[in-house]
């Protein structure tokens, strides 16, 4: 009998041990399956299709709806192309400070800085171009980014990361591509597996920050509203007719996160802008109880440590 009491007190002890560790990881799940909650509610209310995907960077955890459903991306494909870039200029193939002088037939349709800009003496840099296709998505500097990096390296790119659903298969308002069915697009995963392995510096090393300012400057999009001023958001959103998509990296402290949310089939392009914020709102909310909270949810600020 003496012999079984050791294994018996290391029994409770482990038992006591994972109990404590369960605790925790419960009521964690508990602020998930809330989350989960609200995005059904959100679908249910929602005229159109929608797909997304969200992963906890601190501790790997996903939330997946329709993940792997193919979507248009609009201007968040722009995001591909803002990597090629960068990835090029590590490479030595480019250098963002080259230079680059305006063309009369670079200007397209939603060109709203390069329309106004003189051609044949406006001489500007590809960060310059950069800056203007992620800040008001700027359709004339996307295509001249196109010309430069090449379509087919993006697509060697997003197959190199293993993205075989990301493409980028034309250039901003061809609309006899468009026509064709040669859409731009991705899904919430692969989006999502995208600005992952940015933010983790699997796809670019030293110009990562950079990449990520870039990507941080202020813009109109649905992921930031009604979230704190000052958090700094990566994100580009996308819009066509019968489609809303956002897709981004919140730097929240102690909690950064990546969301992807792509809508189509809209009855009304507004109600899928609502949707992407509600969306955003109810994943700040989980991912800022979780940032300011012990793993057993007590908030310790400076002026209460009792």
Request: overall charge negative.
């Amino acid at each position: 009998m003496k012999k079984l009491v050791a294994p018996i007190c290391a029994s409770i002890c482990l038992c006591l041990g994972l109990s404590a560790q369960a605790a925790p990881q419960q009521k964690v799940d508990v602020l998930w399956d809330r989350f989960a909650a609200e995005v059904a509610d959100t679908e249910k209310g929602l005229d159109g299709v929608l797909g997304v995907a969200m992963l906890d960077l601190a501790s790997g955890r996903t939330f997946l709806l329709h993940p792997d459903e193919v979507f248009p991306q609009a201007s968040s494909i722009k995001i591909t192309v803002l990597a090629e870039l960068y990835h090029q200029a590590e490479q030595g193939k480019l250098k963002l400070t080259d230079p680059y002088v305006v063309q009369q037939s670079d200007i397209v349709q939603d060109s709203d800085i390069m329309g106004g800009l003189t051609p044949g003496v406006t001489t500007l840099t590809y960060r310059d171009l950069a800056t203007m296709m992620i800040a008001v998505s700027d359709n004339a500097a996307t295509n001249v980014l196109i010309d430069r990096v090449g379509m087919d390296n993006v697509k060697a790119l997003m197959d190199s990361q293993g993205l075989p659903e990301t493409r980028l298969r034309r250039k901003m308002m061809d609309l006899k591509a468009a026509g064709e069915g040669r859409e731009n697009v991705s899904t919430p995963r692969e989006m999502m597996t995208l600005l992952e392995r940015l933010y983790r510096g699997k796809l670019l090393g030293p110009t990562k920050d950079d990449f990520f300012t870039m990507l941080a400057t202020h813009k109109n999009s649905w992921i930031p509203r009604g979230l704190p001023e000052g958090l700094k958001i990566a994100d580009k959103p996308g819009e066509l007719e019968g489609v809303r998509a956002d897709s981004g990296v919140i730097f929240l402290d102690n909690r950064p996160y990546v969301l992807c949310v792509m809508t189509t089939y809209l009855g009304k392009e507004r109600d899928g802008e609502q949707v992407i914020s509600r969306i955003s709102g109810a994943a700040f909310r989980l991912f800022d109880h979780l940032a300011r909270s012990s793993d057993y949810g007590r908030v310790i600020s400076v002026s209460n440590g009792h």
